[in-house]
């Protein structure tokens, strides 16, 4: 079965890009989507983007700016960069799949917690 | 943006218990919603998609109702293991929002 695995620094300073990848095994990243979600600690789910195998993406307009997801059909990762970073995007973030445009995300990997702090 | 409004934001029952949750959206998302279980430490979990449909291997005590803009979340009878955080999502349009969530514990 499909299973995604997050991965990257726990711990960014103020103004610096954060990176995560996410490693998916058990199929490839043909023909499906692939999305970024976070939640702030003791806070809710925040939608952050998507990318397609294509390589076409969608980003959540309140970080649009900063942030960018890439895919990497060699590897079968995608990865996720959010830029200038702040306290506030300290979170866990989580990748998920979603097998059409409009579906629901029914695998999530497990997550990772990223702190920014100088 | 789609707001979805959750409620109640926590609720205490027995075992053995009916539990609902409520989910309201800002404006009509068709039937374009899911409910996911997130227990502590751990990812969100797919229960319900399409409003009303179980996904594979989540147990039938789990069920959900709604289209346009009001949707209904049901345990029929409350066990130990549902003690979690309970969201709900629409998919409708870009970008996707959730709830605010449901902590629900055993009284």
């Known amino acids: 079965q499909v299973q995604l695995q997050e991965s990257g620094p726990g711990l960014v300073k103020p103004s610096e890009t954060l990176s995560l990848t996410c490693t998916v095994s058990g199929r490839s990243l043909s023909d499906s989507y692939w999305a970024w979600i976070r939640q702030p600690p003791g806070r809710g789910l925040e939608w952050i983007g998507y990318?397609?195998?294509?390589?076409?993406?969608n980003y959540n307009p309140s970080l649009k700016s900063r942030v960018a997801i890439s895919i990497d059909t060699s590897t079968n990762q995608f990865s996720l960069k959010l830029s200038s970073v702040t306290a506030a995007d300290t979170a866990v973030y989580y990748c998920a799949r979603h097998i059409r445009l409009i579906a629901p995300m029914d695998v999530w990997g497990q997550g990772t917690a990223v702190s920014v702090s100088s | 943006d789609i707001q979805m409004t959750q409620s109640p934001s926590s609720l205490s029952a027995s075992v053995g218990d009916r539990v609902v949750i409520t989910c309201q959206a800002s404006r009509d998302i068709s039937n374009y919603l899911s409910w996911y279980q997130q227990k502590p430490g751990k990812a969100p979990e797919l229960l319900i998609y399409d409003a009303s449909d179980l996904e594979t291997g989540v147990p039938s005590r789990f069920s959900g109702s709604g289209s346009g803009i009001d949707f209904t979340f049901t345990i029929s009878s409350l066990q130990p293991e549902d003690i979690a955080t309970y969201y709900c999502?629409?998919?409708?349009?870009?970008?996707?929002?959730f709830g605010q969530g449901t902590k629900v514990e055993i009284k």
């Open positions: 999502q629409h998919y409708d349009t870009f970008p996707w929002t």
């Open positions: 990318i397609y195998s294509s390589g076409s993406t």
